[in-house]
């Protein structure tokens, strides 16, 4: 069975840098895209950054140059590197996965930026 567990979230100051971690088993991790998606409070659910099987990364514009997405695949992980973070950053976020014809997600991780 497909499972993803998510860390790495907690609350940090304005400016601050939080990493994130999804750790992927019941999946052939190398061969699928991976992605985090971010749900605010009272907001929908949105894709923050996604990296694929090569290594391309997809960012939202609200993210670019302030987050970065990395995988390992020998350890079936991928990361969120989030710096100069701000109060819009703060959600619960979302490890996805799109394999076998379904849509994989995480419990979550919360972060919380706040002074």
């Known amino acids: 069975q497909v499972r993803l567990v998510e860390s790495g979230g907690g609350s940090v100051q304005p400016g601050g840098s939080v990493r994130l971690s999804c750790k992927a088993s019941?999946?052939?991790?190398?061969?699928?895209?991976m992605a985090w998606y971010r749900q605010a409070p009272g907001k929908q659910r949105e894709l923050v950054a996604n990296?694929?099987?090569?290594?391309?990364?997809n960012y939202a514009d609200s993210t670019k140059g302030r987050f970065t997405i990395s995988r390992d695949n020998g350890r079936r992980t991928v990361f969120l590197q989030m710096s100069s973070l701000n109060s819009e950053d703060t959600a619960v976020y979302y490890c996805?996965?799109?394999?076998?014809?379904?849509?994989?997600w995480g419990q979550g991780t919360q972060v919380i930026v706040s002074s």
């Open positions: 996805n996965v799109l394999a076998r014809g379904r849509s994989y």
């Open positions: 019941g999946i052939n991790f190398s061969i699928y895209t």
């Open positions: 990296i694929t099987v090569s290594g391309n990364r």
